[in-house]
T-cell receptor, first 115, second 109 residues
Framework: ETGVTQTPRHLVMGMTNKKSLKCEQH?????MYWYKQSAKKPLELMFV???????ENNSVPSRFSPECPNSSHLFLHLHTLQPEDSALYLC??????????????FGPGTRLTVT | GQNIDQPTEMTATEGAIVQINCTYQTSGFNGLFWYQQHAGEAPTFLSY??LDGLEEKGRFSSFLSRSKGYSYLLLKELQMKDSASYLCAVLDSNYQLIWGAGTKLIIKP
């Protein structure tokens, strides 16, 4: 495997379900990100793990919870989602020093549909 | 607030040239990025500008004017495979990436 991988690629879940999205990066990077991409809207940064420190967007609902067990793996745990959470969820990674470089490598995304 | 504007959709002809504009209003500036995203695929890095001027990379060029808060991506000798969305993003004073909504480019034969 190379680059950034995400599983599953497609997910349909009911509002009462609990599921997890998985991301793995094979680039030796030290920062990982979760983004939400909705049609015709800017990428929305949800969570950042940089040097194991988590930074989150305060507008992200608590029904989304991230987990980063090591620098190569990132999870997004989902529970009691709403239909408006249906979107493409993208994982990205980058190699960062003291400051963010901005050049990120993205996975193919998980297309999530909440019914 | 911080804002990045780019056209929603553009159409161009195979073999032609197209310019995709991006204007930004951000709290500080530490560089501007262009990413390409084919339908159903991951965004991929195209270019990075931090100083004023034109950066050329093969058929693609990116221009920046910091005083005008303006950038453009120029695509020459268009090919059908260039049909994609092009995302503009700015690194602000907090080194946070601020993203535009993307420009969907449709190439016609």
């Amino acid at each position: 495997e190379t680059g950034v991988t995400q599983t599953p690629r497609h997910l349909v879940m009911g509002m009462t379900n609990k599921k997890s999205l998985k991301c793995e990066q094979h680039l030796g990077h030290n920062a990982m990100y979760w983004y939400k991409q909705s049609a015709k809207k800017p990428l929305e940064l949800m969570f950042v793990y940089n040097f194991k420190e988590q930074t989150e967007n305060n507008s992200v609902p608590s029904r989304f919870s991230p987990e980063c067990p090591n620098s190569s793996h990132l999870f997004l745990h989902l529970h009691t989602l709403q239909p408006e959470d249906s979107a493409l969820y993208l994982c990205a990674s980058s190699q960062e020093g003291e400051r963010v470089s901005g050049e990120q490598y993205f996975g193919p995304g998980t297309r999530l549909t909440v019914t | 607030g911080q804002n990045i504007d780019q056209p929603t959709e553009m159409t161009a002809t195979e073999g032609a040239i197209v310019q995709i504009n991006c204007t930004y209003q951000t709290s500080g500036f530490n560089g501007l990025f262009w990413y390409q995203q084919h339908a159903g695929e991951a965004p991929t890095f195209l270019s990075y500008n931090v100083l004023d001027g034109l950066e050329e990379k093969g058929r693609f060029s990116s221009f920046l004017s910091r005083s005008k808060g303006y950038s453009y991506l120029l695509l020459k000798e268009l090919q059908m495979k260039d049909s994609a969305s092009y995302l503009c993003a700015v690194l602000d004073s907090n080194y946070q990436l601020i993203w535009g909504a993307g420009t969907k480019l449709i190439i016609k034969p």
